[in-house]
């Protein structure tokens, strides 16, 4: 292992002076035998040992052995954490690539990561799996995990049509115009990014040159969601597809879910306070529930067709709806940052800029 370390110290040195190249070289030949499991047949790792350890034998020649046997300890600890090193950043950047994020367990710990909510992983990290004890599922849930790296990559590098993504009872803003691309937006009510986006969307006029629609997906955490009225939001806002398909016969021409986006992701209440922050931090579950059924009343729908609305959000019919949008971003799109736009011909994670949206249709 001493030769390794030596390989890659004199690496680095031969960069900054052509006198450590012999050296190198000679390093290399013990290195290249050392990886195909063979004996250092050089005496290049024993002329290490013997500079490193001639001073100490000068003065304290009890001290060689244990030092020699030290030595060989630091080697080994050294080729270690610099195998593990490659390993962090070879999956880094893997996990770049298929996800936009060097850390898809918690995406917002890269500094990479583009603005967006993120996805986190319920399983434990590496680390964390180890450090309970749980040694065969840290290294298990490792090779899982980075498998479904590699599996994803491809995918990135296809050209995405939004319209094989969305959902069932799907609505666009302005209603569904034939022979316009369509847009496809993965959000959560109660991320900000996702109100940014809106707004993004709405500058760049892009609703205009294209049929634009969401998934909602409320972000979970250990089964639970992340922003405490996003659940009952897009069970509301799947409940209203369902029922104005049911009535008109299809996507409706002035969808109501739309409306209640707009609402929640610009608007704010009588106290100045934004919709979307207040569903987050104030708002009791009847509190909320409530202003919803006031948004739809305010959108012409009759006290029996809230009713209507109201019963189809507590059912199984829209919970299924739901768990089957789920599918569609965890297991086609595949994302780990919401929100995440399908557009344009490519896949965007996180925020997109006005100025891209414009350059789309």
């Known amino acids: 292992m001493l030769c390794i370390v030596s390989f890659v110290v004199l690496l680095v040195a031969s960069a900054f002076s052509a006198r450590h190249r012999k050296l190198l070289r000679q390093s290399w ?8 499991f063979r004996a250092c047949d050089s005496a290049f790792a024993d002329d290490v040992k013997t500079s490193l350890l001639a001073p100490l034998a000068l003065r304290a020649p009890r001290l060689v052995r244990p030092a020699s046997a030290g030595l060989t300890v630091v080697a080994w600890v050294t080729v270690l954490s610099l195998a593990l090193s490659a390993f962090v950043v070879a999956r880094g950047g893997l996990n770049l690539l298929a996800y936009g994020t060097c850390d898809k367990q918690n995406p917002q ?10 996805v986190m992983a319920d399983e434990p990290g590496f680390w964390e799996s180890l450090t309970s004890g749980d040694v065969v599922g840290a290294f298990r849930n490792e090779a899982t995990s980075l498998a479904d790296t590699v599996s994803t990559i491809p995918s990135r590098f296809r050209s995405w049509d939004a319209a094989d993504f969305a959902p069932a009872y799907a609505s666009y803003v302005g209603g569904y115009r034939e022979g316009l691309p369509t847009v496809l937006e993965v959000l959560d009510p109660g991320c900000v990014f996702c109100a940014r986006l809106y707004a993004n969307i709405a500058e760049s006029g892009l609703a205009e040159r294209a049929n634009v629609t969401f998934i909602a997906y409320p972000i979970l955490r250990a089964g639970e969601p992340q922003f405490a009225s996003s659940m009952l939001i897009s069970r509301y806002l799947t409940a209203i597809r369902v029922f104005e398909a049911d009535r008109d016969g299809g996507p409706a021409a002035d969808p109501a879910d739309w409306a209640i986006v707009r609402h929640l992701f610009t608007g704010s209440n009588a106290a100045g306070v934004g919709w979307q922050r207040w569903f987050n931090d104030h708002a ?4 909320a529930e409530a202003q919803l059924h006031a948004w739809l009343a305010e959108a012409g729908f009759s006290a029996d067709d809230v009713a209507q609305v109201s019963a189809l959000a507590a059912s199984d ?5 739901l768990d089957d949008s789920r599918s569609i971003v965890e297991d086609e799109i595949r994302t780990v940052t919401i929100p995440t736009l399908v557009g344009g011909g490519g896949l965007h994670r996180g925020l997109v800029s006005v100025d891209e949206l414009r350059s789309w249709g």
Not at 284 to 287: D, I, K, N
């Open 29 to 36: 030949g013990c290195v290249t035998r050392r990886a195909t």
């Open 109 to 118: 710990a890269c500094s990479l990561t583009a603005d967006a909510c993120t």
């Open 284 to 287: 009791a579950p009847a509190q």
């Open 317 to 321: 019919r829209v919970a299924q709806l």
